[in-house]
T-cell receptor, first 117, second 113 residues
Framework: AQKITQTQPGMFVQEKEAVTLDCTYDTSDPSYGLFWYKQPSSGEMIFLIY??????QNATEGRYSLNFQKARKSANLVISASQLGDSAMYFC??????????????FGTGTKLQVIP | DGGITQSPKYLFRKEGQNVTLSCEQN?????MYWYRQDPGQGLRLIYYSQIVNDFQKGDIAEGYSVSREKKESFPLTVTSAQKNPTAFYLC????????????FGNGTRLTVT
């Protein structure tokens, strides 16, 4: 079973509009963390935002916010006021504990976002 | 500047040869990770390590091996047993706390013909 599911292979958004990228997850660890990363065509991985499983409020970082719905196991990324530079691949990731006491970080398959002028 | 260095950026090998990808970090991070990226499949975890001389298999460890003899180094060997080794390989590191993000290197693109 997939630990992290991103169901949108590709998305288009008009410049200056908001866009939501979906992410659902599955874990039995009560203490987990969720991350979003951006990967431009250059290949570098850029950390955007973090949400802990016990955090009461949704995380925000500038134009990025995370819509965390714990009961539904979803952690959608919202980008407000899209810019041309937001065109990139976006990955959702989860850090969870394993039975051996390790911390494993797994990624989804990503969503390719294209911002249209 | 602190960071993660992966070398080389591009690597070409003949089928049947083992090849080692380098990953060095000077961030003093305890945990290190290796991922493989293929188009449409996202990042898949190969191996990870939380302390020196200890590492764990990820989701696609077959055909790969690692070592963690020093805190700052986590080399990945792609062996001849790996059936489809051509891919983009990313190394990452992270300090201990659960809320700390992974810091990534710039990746190595391996092509095996």
């Amino acid at each position: 079973a997939q630990k992290i599911t991103q169901t949108q292979p590709g998305m288009f958004v008009q410049e200056k509009e908001a866009v939501t990228l979906d992410c659902t997850y599955d874990t039995s660890d009560p203490s987990y963390g969720l991350f979003w990363y951006k990967q431009p065509s250059s290949g570098e991985m850029i950390f955007l935002i973090y949400q802990g499983s016990y955090d009461q409020q949704n995380a925000t970082e500038g134009r990025y916010s995370l819509n965390f719905q714990k009961a539904r196991k979803s952690a959608n990324l919202v980008i407000s006021a899209s810019q041309l530079g937001d065109s990139a691949m976006y990955f959702c990731a989860m850090r969870e504990g394993t039975s051996g006491g390790y911390q494993k970080v797994t990624f989804g398959t990503g969503t390719k976002l294209q911002v249209i002028p | 500047d602190g960071g993660i260095t992966q070398s080389p950026k591009y690597l070409f090998r003949k089928e049947g040869q083992n090849v080692t990808l380098s990953c060095e970090q000077n961030l003093n991070h305890d945990a290190m990770y290796w991922y493989r990226q293929d188009p449409g499949q996202g990042l898949r975890l190969i191996y990870y390590s939380q302390i020196v001389n200890d590492f764990q298999k990820g989701d696609i460890a077959e055909g790969y091996s690692v070592s963690r003899e020093k805190k700052e180094s986590f080399p990945l060997t792609v062996t001849s047993a790996q059936k489809n080794p051509t891919a983009f390989y990313l190394c990452a590191s992270s300090p201990g706390p659960r809320n700390s993000p992974l810091h990534f290197g710039n990746g190595t693109r391996l092509t095996v013909t």
